[in-house]
């Protein structure tokens, strides 16, 4: 590998308990992240009209997290009219959530406005081509004129309503800092984005007020044990700070399930349920692992991460390690990722709780005495 190809090692994924994400360092690495996935997406394109680019490992444990997610609403009777998509990345939900409730408007927010131009991309298709071409070979000159005409028309109409109805539904916006009104949404979707917030409790309070009252929060996130292998790599005992400490800021920390279940509450929601499980993904050798990692934009966006590069000697230092750390024998490089899955709903006011609690009052009154006979 290209020395200036090598991706920072201290790039890997990232929560918030307490410990100071940059929220512009966090952007950055999405915009370049989504620029990358962009420029494959499109080379796809020139190369399969009909066909996406082939998703990495880490694009794939999106694509699952959000199936497993989805799974998990199948407990849950709901008919939201309005879907936050909070964290939306690339839009690859927007199909999922669109066909269980086909009469809810779908809203994508994202930090990232390139990583929204790509979900821009992905909505605008694959391409209808050139229908009846193939057909109006058959028919001769006059039948192929016939059939240009019709195509163009047809794909001028389709990429005219395409390019209308891609940007529908996106906003550029914190998560933290919701430009929506409150109680305007009946269902929060968020997948693998609360470790990007840098504020976990402002977060939450925002996820909450654009709740509408019986309104539900469903969400995945990472846990402690997440990439605990490439932790035990970077933990270098040659590698300290100017004053002889451990360095421990180069692979962010995460919110623990139990502590994450007391902050939804501690923001108002309420029936908090919190699950979790371990999901192993592997690649062919620890570069590879590393570079990928690097593409995904989930990278160290903490205040206190460490600047520079390494150098080519500390680099494939760390990629023996992590080898070491976490290879099998087929030299394939394996990483664990803790995947913290929770919902919340946002419970009535409270004077419609109390009112719905207390019995209804049933007064008896004395029957009026019969009148006399005349």
């Known amino acids: 590998m290209n020395p200036s190809e090598r991706p920072d090692p201290e790039i890997q994924l990232g929560n918030n308990a307490g410990i100071g994400i940059d929220p512009h360092a ?15 997406h499109r080379l796809s394109r020139e190369r399969a009209p009909h066909s996406l680019a082939q998703a990495a490992p880490v694009g794939l444990l999106d694509d699952e997290v959000a199936q497993r997610m989805a799974q998990r609403l199948d407990w849950v009777r709901i008919q939201p009219a309005r879907i936050l998509d909070a964290g939306c990345g690339a839009g690859d939900a927007r ?54 005409r019709t195509a163009w028309r047809t794909v001028l109409a389709t990429a005219l309503r395409r390019h209308a109805q891609a940007w529908q539904g996106l906003i550029a916006a914190d998560i933290s800092a919701l430009p929506l009104q409150p109680g305007s949404v009946g269902l929060v979707w968020s997948n693998l984005a609360l470790p990007w917030a840098a504020d976990l409790s402002a977060t939450l309070r925002e996820l909450h007020r654009v709740l509408e009252p019986g309104g539900l929060l469903t969400f995945s996130s990472y846990g402690p044990d997440t990439l605990k292998e490439l932790r035990l790599a970077l933990n270098d005992p040659g590698e300290r700070d100017g004053r002889g400490a451990q360095t421990d800021a180069r692979l962010h920390p995460f919110v623990d399930m139990h502590d994450l279940g007391d902050q939804l509450v501690q923001a108002g929601f309420a029936a908090p349920v919190m699950d979790m499980e371990i999901i192993r993904l592997s690649w062919p050798n620890a570069a590879a692992c590393l570079l990928e990692l690097h593409h995904s934009g989930q990278g160290n966006a903490l205040f ?59 007064q008896f009154q004395r029957r009026p005495p019969p009148a006399p006979p005349r």
């Open 26 to 40: 966090a952007r950055r690495r999405f915009d370049r992240a989504a620029r990358h996935q962009l420029a494959r």
């Open 95 to 148: 199909v999922l959530l669109c066909q269980r409730y086909p009469d809810a408007s779908w809203l994508g927010l994202d930090s990232s406005s390139v990583m929204l131009a790509l979900a821009r991309a992905k909505s605008a298709g694959h391409g209808s081509g050139w229908p009846g071409l193939r057909q109006a070979w058959t028919l001769g000159l006059q039948g192929l004129r016939a059939a240009l």
């Open 304 to 362: 206190q991460r460490p600047r520079g590069l390494r150098t080519p000697r500390a680099w494939q230092a760390l990629c023996d390690r992590l080898q070491q750390q976490a290879g099998d024998a087929d030299g394939r490089v394996s990483l664990s990722f803790e995947i913290v899955y929770g919902h919340a709903w946002r419970p009535q006011p409270r004077e419609a709780r109390r009112s719905a609690a207390q019995p209804a009052v049933i």
